[in-house]
């Protein structure tokens, strides 16, 4: 009589993600809140992205607020990896950052006050990227409060206890694409109503954004020499 050998016993995966993988998408969307919430309030970077998408394009919108959400990504980062050296120095050289910060917002609102209104044609041979991308990055990177912004928002949202570096990084990756989608839907917002402005609209609008961005230049400015 021959000797039949039983199967081998197959394990079967369960279907249900595991607690650190939604543990993971978690700490995604949380990021994503967070971003999207420090990026939303109406401030220097917000008035120049809208500006820039009416006289360039929602391209130049967009790559405007590409470099703030890098920006934000960077303090979302040292807010999310506690990184406590970093805060420091960025408390102590308050004035420093907010001084330089005050004259670049001084100097952007001034030339906007000024500029005469330029059809879009007009704009299709210049290779205003690179800049456009710059100054939205220098502009948020010289506001030091925003780290601080992130680090009151993540309190808030119960994510101020040390995890993996791993999942740190997908909560700063949730910060990242929180705040793009904020520009993402504030340039695609106004490039609708883009049409409806003319010469004298668009000059008007370039002295409310000269305006509006000295005036966050002035404000930034009396902030540094309180502290």
């Known amino acids: 009589m021959g000797y039949t050998s039983r199967p081998a016993y197959t394990q079967v ?27 939303a309030p109406v401030g220097p970077v917000n008035v120049l992205c809208i500006s820039r998408t009416l006289t360039k394009g929602r391209a130049a919108g967009l790559i405007s607020g590409l470099g703030a959400a890098l920006a934000d990504a960077f303090y979302g980062s040292i807010a999310g990896f506690s990184i406590t050296l970093v805060i420091q120095f960025l408390i102590r050289e308050q004035f420093w950052i907010r001084l330089v910060g005050g004259i670049l917002l001084l100097l952007i609102g001034v030339i906007y006050y000024f500029k005469p209104p ?14 456009d991308f710059v100054s939205t990055l220098l502009l948020t990177l010289t506001n030091p409060t925003t780290v601080l912004s ?7 949202l119960g994510m101020s206890h040390a995890r993996a570096s791993w999942l740190t990084l997908m909560l700063v990756m949730g910060m990242f694409f929180g705040s ?12 609708r109503f883009r049409d409806r402005f003319d010469d004298r609209a668009m000059l008007w609008m370039n002295r409310i954004a000269g305006v509006a961005i000295g005036g966050f230049g002035i404000l930034s400015f009396l902030l540094s020499l309180r502290h």
């Open 118 to 131: 330029r059809k879009l044609s007009e704009h299709k041979n210049e290779e205003s990227g690179h800049s």
């Open 150 to 156: 992130f680090m009151a928002v993540l309190a808030g």
């Open 13 to 39: 995966r369960s279907p249900v993600p595991s607690p650190l993988i939604m543990n993971a998408i978690e700490l995604l969307l949380r990021g994503l809140i967070a971003g999207f919430a420090i990026a």
């Open 180 to 191: 793009l989608l904020w520009w993402v839907l504030l340039v695609n917002t106004v490039n």
